[in-house]
Every structure is written in C-alpha cells, then in structure tokens.
C-alpha cells in the first residue's frame, strides 16, 4: 500500500475515533450518533487530526494515491434505502481517501450485475454490493476474485457464493421471529384469540423478503394462525397501497393483523386503510406490524398507527470504511457482522419478549416504548 495512503487511512481512523461517530455495528441506529466523550480531545488534536486528513487526501488525490471503491447500491426504493445510501457516501468520503463510484441499481438485478462487471473493468481497488436478490452471484463474484478486487457485502445477503471478504448486516430471519412473538404475546394479553393476518412482503427473492417470511411463518404454523395471503409490494409505499387496496377488496372483514416488510409498505397500506374506512393501530379493528423503524416509521408508531416497528439498521458505512482501513493494512477482517436492530412498540404493556432465535438461542430482548426522543433519534 502506499505510504501515503497509510497516512491518510491512519488518520481517518484516529478521526473517526476522535469524533465517535455512530452506525457501527454495536451502535443501534436509532441511538443518537455517539457524543463526543467528556474527555473530549483538546480541540487543536481533532483538528489537527482533520488537517492532516485533508492534507493527506489532497496530497493523494493530487499523486492518484486515492482507493477507488464500486458501490453497487439496490435502488431508492426506501427510506430505509436513503439512510443507507447516505451512510456509505458519508463514509467512504474524498475526506477519508476514497473515490466512491455509486451506482443506483433501480430494483434491477441485471443492471447491478452489469454494474459489478463495470467496476472490474475499471479495476476498482474494493467493490462493495447491496445485492438485490441474493442468488445469481457466483459467476461475477468469481470474476471479480479473478481480478483481485476484494467484495464486501452490506444489508442484503448473498447466498449462492461466498467469495465475498466480509458482509455486515441484519439477521432477517430473527427480525420475523421477533414480529410473531411480539404478536403472540401482544394477542395473548389482549384477550385476541383468533389471527387472520396477511402479509404485503418484500422484494421477492431478497434476503430480507426471505429472511422476514421464515421467522414470520414459523409462528403462523406453530400457533395455527390463519395466513389469508402473502404478495409483494417491492418495498414501497406505492406497492404497500396497491396490495392493500386488493385486500381490501378480497379480504373485506375477514383479516385482523397486517405484517408490511418494510415501513414504506406500512404507509402505502395505512392510506389504503384510511381510504377504505376501516380502523388499524392501537384500539383499532386491525394489527399492524412493520420492520425497517425509519423516522417516519417510529413517528407512525408514536401515533399509534403502527403498533409495532422491528428495526433493520441502515448504517453500514462505519463499518464499510472500517473494513477498507483494514485490508489496506493487511489486518484480518470478519467474514460477518450482524448490526444492533431495537424492536419498537406504540403501548407499553408488554416491555420484552422471549424466543427461540434462528441460531436456536432462547433470548429475551427488551422492547423500546416510542416516545418522542426515540422518533428524533431515529435515522
Ligand atoms: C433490509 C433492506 C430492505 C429494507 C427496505 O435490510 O434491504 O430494503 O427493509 C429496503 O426498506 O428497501
């Protein structure tokens, strides 16, 4: 590696160190980014430390000493999909060194594998991919080993090839899990002993559809609860309204619970509910379930429109940066990290749940009551 690139990488570290920043994977995302600690560094080292950075990453911008990094990003479908997107480009800064090449996929799993095969033509020195689905890898990924441009994978999973350096992001699966023991519970203690529930799920094939509807169906067959139906909305607030608006239509009357993938479904459902007239949230006729807990979301939440928010945590781009600045130094990396989620919930009647996770560990995890704080903090 270049030397002054080691200067420059060393100084993003001890930056980043000195400014604490947030969204690492054993921050949850909700919580406010980490306060600079009270023995604050004397203002002239953190910005001397800035200095240095700037100087070193003009010096080797200047010398084309600068590491080039391909982002093959899903799309914009989401909210959740902007913070995410943010937190990389934050991350993998010009500050910190690095030349981000950003693609936007557009939900298009032929345009991000085009998009890889682009970054390897160029010679990109790292690759980093949100994969859309999570089959269909293992050819690119083989090309981009060919090329000796190592891949890092956030968010969604890629399951049909592991020549990946290293992946960070949610177990989805535990996420499902979660929902239906909240549901379980919640039902139990108020007195509900019938669950019709349909499900507007993901991007089908995504680990993050796949992942949500294994942990969900797992209570839905060990609880007997009546599944009406199950049908993609994409992930967003238009496809959350129009399967809403079918359902409606085919399951007047006969559903009480509806799990959205994702807070922008919940949205596209909730005006969909509202323009049929029929009564969702805490005190309503109909349960509704979300995972993502996006501001808008939690604020949904807040208001007792969404009576429960499972969290997948967007900000993977600490920990992207973290694991450039090591393979730059030839330092081992984890081949998985799995980031904080919290489990949010609009009534306080039930204040933790108790599971079977998908590594099959019983766990107790703590559910955060929404209040006002929780929304301003929220990504
Ligand atoms: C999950 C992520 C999903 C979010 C959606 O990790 O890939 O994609 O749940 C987003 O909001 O569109």
Aim: proline share 2%; with cysteine.
């Amino acid at each position: 590696m270049k030397k002054k690139l080691a200067s420059l990488l060393v100084a993003t570290m001890s930056v980043g160190l000195l400014a604490g920043c947030g969204g690492s994977s054993d921050t949850a995302a909700t919580q406010a980014p980490a306060a600079a600690s009270t023995e604050a560094p004397a203002a002239e080292s953190a910005e001397a430390a800035t200095e240095a950075l700037t100087e070193a990453a003009e010096e080797a911008a200047a010398s084309g000493d600068v590491i080039t990094v391909g982002f093959a990003q899903v799309g914009h479908e989401s909210d959740w999909r902007t913070a995410s997107t943010n937190s990389v480009q934050a991350a993998l800064s010009a500050e910190n060194g690095i030349d981000l090449q950003f693609v936007d996929c557009d939900n298009d799993s032929a345009a991000q594998l085009d998009a890889v095969r682009n970054f390897i033509q160029q010679g990109v020195d790292y690759i980093v991919i949100d994969p859309i689905v999570s089959t269909g890898w293992d050819t690119v990924l083989t090309e981009a080993d060919d090329a000796g441009i190592p891949v890092i994978v956030i968010d969604r999973t890629i399951d049909d090839s592991d020549k990946y350096v290293s992946w960070v992001g949610s177990e989805f699966t535990n996420e499902g899990l979660a929902a239906g023991e909240w549901l379980k519970e919640y039902a139990a203690d108020k007195g509900i002993s019938e669950i019709n529930v349909l499900v507007i799920s993901g991007t089908t094939g995504s680990s993050a559809q796949l992942g949500r509807t294994k942990g969900f169906d797992q209570y839905v067959e060990s609880e007997g609860w009546n599944k009406l139906d199950e049908q993609t909305g994409d992930f967003t607030q238009d496809g959350g309204q129009q399967v809403m608006e079918s359902y409606l239509k085919s399951y007047a009357g006969q559903f009480n619970v509806v799990v959205c993938q994702n807070d922008n479904e919940a949205f596209g459902a909730i005006d969909a509910m509202d323009a049929a007239g029929v009564s969702y949230g805490v005190g309503g006729d109909v349960i509704l379930i979300s995972f993502d807990a996006c501001k808008a979301g939690l604020q949904d939440v807040l208001d007792g429109k969404i009576n429960a928010d499972f969290q997948c945590n967007p900000l993977q781009g600490p920990d992207c940066l973290n694991i450039i600045q090591k393979l730059q130094a030839g330092e081992d990396v984890p081949k998985q990290t799995f980031m904080a989620e919290p489990w949010y919930v609009s009534e306080d009647n039930l204040t933790s749940i108790t599971y079977t996770n998908n590594a099959g560990e019983e766990v107790t995890e703590d559910l955060v009551h929404v209040d006002q704080s929780v929304v301003d903090a929220a990504y």
